[in-house]
């Protein structure tokens, strides 16, 4: 993966870290298994599994009423779709290695390397799960319409984002904490199960709910999403703009926090200061 001669130019340096870049990210992809194919089907048995528990959950508990008007199946994936990415984003970049991993002995790896790839990886699986989930759905079960993809594409880039944001947090304060922190994402995590909002809509939530879940980003991404997808659902209470701004925020709390572990890491780990 890694090569012994690097270019002393912009240019040559600039396509030998995409390509290595490019190499993680492909490694990223195969995951444990070794086979892209096989962490693609996992990937999409996860996501059908997750809509099938909310289809019976919902029926069951009678909340299905309070879905927007129109494909319910759809309803459910638009919300699980954007979870998926966030939370697999989140944990894929807050696992990605920090300074005191084993692959950062390699000259040419860096973390900013180890970040980026895992990124992708993630993305370039969640976009090939959902394409393909949803036209297996459209082909076999239903046809079904989206009001403006990009629109909602754009919300499931944005849950991206974030995760990466939030991610890089966490990975800023694992070396320094890692019981702590681990405890903190696994309870961060969960609690999105429900404060994500996938399994109800914001416009029909009373002002005292309403107050529980808007400090959420991806509450809001979600229920935009919905937005974009149904033709007759409007959004009143939420607002992607909120999200875009709390995950630059957390990106460049997360780029610092990095940096300063970084920094600090030989000094800090060799004299036992970790917490």
Same mark, same amino acid.
């Given at each position: 993966?890694?090569?012994?001669?690097?270019?002393?130019?912009?240019?040559?340096?600039?396509?030998? $870290? $995409?390509?290595?870049?490019? !190499?993680?990210?492909?490694?990223?992809?195969?995951?444990?298994?070794?086979?892209?194919?096989?962490?693609?089907?996992?990937?999409?048995?996860?996501?059908?599994?997750?809509?099938?528990?909310?289809?019976?959950?919902?029926?069951?508990?009678?909340?299905?009423?309070? @879905?927007?008007?129109?494909?319910?199946?759809?309803?459910?994936?638009? +919300?699980?779709?954007?979870?998926?990415?966030?939370?697999?984003?989140?944990?894929? #970049?807050?696992?990605?290695? +920090?300074?005191?991993?084993?692959?950062?002995?390699?000259? &040419?790896?860096?973390?900013? #390397?180890?970040? %980026?790839?895992?990124?992708?990886?993630?993305?370039?699986?969640?976009? $090939?799960?959902? #394409?393909?989930?949803?036209?297996?759905? !459209?082909?076999?079960?239903?046809?079904?319409?989206?009001?403006?993809?990009?629109?909602?594409?754009?919300?499931? %880039?944005?849950?991206?984002?974030?995760?990466?944001?939030?991610?890089?947090?966490?990975?800023?304060?694992? &070396?320094? @904490?890692?019981?702590?922190?681990?405890?903190?994402?696994?309870?961060?995590?969960?609690? =999105?199960?429900?404060?994500?909002?996938?399994?109800?809509?914001?416009?029909?939530?009373? &002002?005292?709910?309403?107050?529980?879940?808007?400090?959420?980003?991806?509450?809001?991404?979600?229920?935009?999403?919905?937005?974009?997808?149904?033709? =007759?659902?409007? &959004?009143?209470?939420?607002?992607?703009?909120?999200?875009?701004? #709390? +995950?630059?925020? %957390?990106?460049?709390?997360? $780029? %610092?926090?990095?940096?300063?572990?970084?920094?600090?890491?030989?000094?800090?780990?060799?004299?036992?200061?970790?917490?």
């Amino acid at each position: 993966m890694f090569t012994a001669k690097r270019s002393n130019s912009t240019l040559g340096s600039t396509f030998s $870290l $995409l390509e290595l870049v490019f !190499h993680l990210t492909a490694r990223r992809i195969r995951g444990s298994s070794g086979n892209a194919i096989v962490g693609l089907l996992s990937n999409m048995v996860q996501a059908i599994m997750m809509v099938a528990i909310f289809y019976l959950f919902m029926n069951i508990l009678g909340m299905r009423r309070a @879905a927007v008007r129109g494909d319910f199946i759809l309803y459910l994936m638009s +919300g699980v779709f954007l979870f998926m990415t966030y939370n697999k984003t989140m944990s894929a #970049v807050s696992g990605s290695g +920090g300074p005191t991993s084993a692959m950062m002995k390699h000259a &040419p790896m860096t973390t900013a #390397v180890a970040i %980026l790839s895992s990124a992708l990886a993630v993305l370039y699986n969640q976009i $090939l799960t959902m #394409v393909i989930v949803l036209y297996l759905y !459209h082909a076999a079960f239903t046809p079904i319409e989206i009001n403006d993809w990009v629109g909602a594409l754009g919300m499931l %880039l944005l849950a991206w984002f974030v995760g990466i944001g939030i991610g890089l947090v966490f990975l800023a304060a694992t &070396p320094w @904490a890692p019981g702590l922190v681990g405890i903190i994402r696994l309870v961060y995590t969960r609690a =999105n199960v429900i404060a994500s909002g996938k399994m109800f809509l914001a416009n029909s939530l009373p &002002p005292k709910m309403l107050a529980l879940f808007s400090w959420n980003p991806l509450f809001h991404l979600i229920d935009q999403s919905r937005g974009f997808t149904f033709i =007759n659902y409007n &959004p009143h209470f939420t607002d992607w703009h909120y999200a875009l701004y #709390v +995950g630059l925020a %957390l990106l460049m709390l997360g $780029l %610092l926090g990095e940096f300063y572990t970084r920094q600090h890491a030989s000094v800090s780990w060799g004299k036992g200061g970790v917490l």
